[in-house]
């Protein structure tokens, strides 16, 4: 299973960037995929994850409301759309796909068992 992150630089505080994972088909059809954040100093913690099948989302509450994962079944990417971006969004962005091929979305590492090279993010205020 390879994941290719894409996306990352260099953006003020209020602003956007979208970040993409890129996978085969056969994993962007059979596993749930995510998105961590190791914010510098830190443990890799859940950001979002998708199933799929594209119908379950779930969101770590500094995400909510702010970022959207989306599915991009042409491109086999799962998209991070971040919005009000703050300076404690800043770290490397990881994209990970389930061990297993089931619908749920796991929020933590151990869900994950294949890992993307990450995109770093930098929020400056």
């Known amino acids: 299973v390879q994941l290719q992150a894409s996306g990352g630089g260099l953006v003020q505080a209020g602003g956007s960037l979208r970040l993409s994972c890129t996978t085969s088909a056969r994993t962007f059809n059979s596993r749930s995929l995510g998105w961590f954040l190791q914010a510098p100093g830190k443990e890799r913690e859940f950001v979002a994850g998708?199933?799929?099948?594209?119908?379950?989302?779930s969101y770590a509450d500094s995400a909510k409301g702010r970022f959207t994962i989306s599915r991009d079944s042409a491109k086999n990417t799962v998209n991070l759309q971040m919005n009000s971006l703050k300076p404690e969004d800043t770290g490397v962005y990881y994209c990970?796909?389930?061990w297993g091929l089931g619908q749920s979305v796991g929020t933590r590492e151990g869900s994950y068992g294949y890992w993307g090279q990450g995109t770093l993010v930098t929020v400056s205020s």
């Open positions: 998708i199933a799929w099948g594209g119908t379950i989302t």
């Open positions: 990970a796909a389930h």
